[in-house]
């Protein structure tokens, strides 16, 4: 069995605990879910108690001697911490020589991990979530279709399935990753140069199965994408997928009020004014264009993933998504399908291998009924 450290114990950490230590069928884990936090890891072991290799250790990050103590001997440590951790747990990977993946979406962040992975001996695997992760791996896969490209266009949102307040929007994931998405510059491929574009802007309108929705940049989404397509297409951008009007009512609290420059007050805002749900939907959509056997082809993937049963409990739709796809990496480094040492892209990841994973699976059932 492979012992693993899952750092953060909050909406996504919990489920991807959960999911590890109750897997059956193929490689097994004993894990440990740690947190600064003794309430919250109070009720994951209230969740969980009778399942056997779960376990949870009180720890802080900030606590450099004390994180290494805590990532010493394990086969892997999986970062949910909020953004301004990672690095910190990063360069303990390095330091204690474990494998090391997190769902990170910020640029930076993921930067400095790539400057730990060199001559690293074991994998550092950032951005292993939905978007990143998962939407980097569709576009790959839709973009190696093709004899040449022309544009990559990826679409992405985590929204209430009954949104009922101005903002059209329920807090279903990190608070803090959310604003840092709406305030950080976001990469992409203009007229085929790399560029830095800003957040929330570029709104566009798109319908989906008769739904109305707005997509805007947000920073992170993209992955490696860049440089890994750089000089091979025309267009490439990432954005997010909300319902019409959000993006101008963050736009006037963020700049307008000048909020971004004091995100843990908007955080408090949103956190006390914005009730959570579990009864939301994801929104995957993913469009690639290009020259296939001398024609203009345009080939897409959309699917939309709800609330439903896992291991167990009624998870949320960017619970199931987020932490499954954390957990399929995980389980393809475990059994020898990624590489073992050194920086590892997203896109590096073969589609239906994760498709095929016990955990990545739920990306290819059938679209899941409003159960919530």
Not at 225 to 244: F, H, M, S
């Amino acid at each position: 069995m492979k012992d693993i450290l899952v750092i953060g114990g909050g909406k996504i950490g919990s489920v991807v605990g959960a999911l590890l230590a109750s897997a059956t069928g193929g490689e097994r884990y004993t894990v440990t879910v740690a947190d600064r936090s003794a309430p919250q890891l109070a009720e994951i072991a209230t969740e969980m108690a009778g399942t056997p290799g779960l376990s949870t250790l009180v720890l802080d990050v900030n606590d450099a001697q004390q994180l290494r103590s805590a990532l010493r001997g394990r086969f892997a440590v999986l970062s949910a911490a909020p953004y301004h951790l990672t690095a910190k747990v990063a360069q303990a990977a390095r330091d204690t020589g474990v494998h090391y993946l997190d769902l990170t979406e910020d640029v930076a962040s993921t930067r400095r991990i790539r400057e730990l992975a060199v001559g690293a001996s074991t994998a550092f695997i950032p951005q292993c979530g939905l978007a990143p992760g998962f939407i980097s791996i569709v576009a790959a896969d839709l973009a190696s279709g093709f004899d040449t490209l022309d544009s990559v266009r990826m679409r992405v949102g985590a929204l209430p399935a009954y949104p009922s307040n101005a903002l059209n929007y329920n807090l279903t994931w990190s608070t803090e990753g959310v604003i840092n998405e709406y305030c950080e510059p976001c990469e992409a491929i203009v007229d085929g140069v790399v560029r830095e574009v800003p957040a929330l802007e570029e709104r566009e309108e798109f319908s989906l199965d008769g739904v109305l929705y707005e997509a805007f940049n947000t920073s992170g989404g993209l992955g490696t994408l860049c440089e890994t397509l750089a000089g091979k297409v025309r267009t490439l951008n990432y954005r997010t997928i909300r319902y019409p009007g959000h993006a101008a009512i963050m736009k006037a609290l963020l700049h307008d009020l000048r909020l971004k420059d004091r995100r843990d007050v908007l955080k408090d805002i949103l956190e006390q004014a914005v009730p959570t749900t579990m009864q939301d939907v994801v929104i995957v959509f993913v469009t690639v264009s290009g020259m296939k056997d001398g024609r203009l082809v345009q080939n897409t993937y959309a699917r939309k993933t709800y609330a439903h049963v896992l291991a167990g409990k009624l998870r949320s739709a960017i619970q199931i998504t987020t932490a499954s796809s954390l957990c399929a990496i995980l389980d393809m480094l475990a059994t020898g399908q990624l590489p073992q040492q050194g920086f590892v892209r997203q896109e590096d990841v073969r589609l239906a291998d994760f498709l095929a994973n016990r955990f990545g699976r739920v990306y290819a059932m059938d679209e899941l009924a409003k159960a919530a």
